[in-house]
Nanobody, 115 residues
Framework: QVQLVESGGGLVQAGGSLRLSCAASRRGLSMNVMGWYRQAPGKQRELVATITSGGSTNYADSAKGRFTISSDTTKNAVYLQMNSLKPEDTAVYYC?????????WGQGTQVTVSS
């Protein structure tokens, strides 16, 4: 069993920055892909960004140019640097990790951007 533990959410004013962190509980179990998704009230969960074990990244259009995903494969950790935050970025952000055909989710961390 793998647990993903997220941290770094909070309340920030529009234009501000936050850095989310997520670490898997088992460091010796390498993940193929790690990433971040978000879910706003009344909306479906959506992709924010992913990164493969080889370092390839993928971003949602809404995140391009403002958010940067990075990882530390030695720690089985993934990070999301969020800059120029907007009120529409308000959501619960979930860490995701995939190993083979198995996916894992974190419990979510709230990000609230005030106008």
């Amino acid at each position: 069993q793998v647990q993903l533990v997220e941290s770094g959410g909070g309340l920030v004013q529009a234009g501000g920055s936050l850095r989310l962190s997520c670490a898997a509980s088992r460091r010796g179990l390498s993940m193929n892909v790690m990433g971040w998704y978000r879910q706003a009230p009344g909306k479906q969960r959506e992709l924010v960004a992913t990164i493969t074990s080889g370092g390839s990244t993928n971003y949602a259009d809404s995140a391009k140019g403002r958010f940067t995903i990075s990882s530390d494969t030695t720690k089985n950790a993934v990070y999301l640097q969020m800059n120029s935050l907007k009120p529409e970025d308000t959501a619960v952000y979930y860490c995701n990790a995939v190993r083979g055909l198995t996916g894992f989710w974190g419990q979510g961390t709230q990000v609230t951007v005030s106008s």
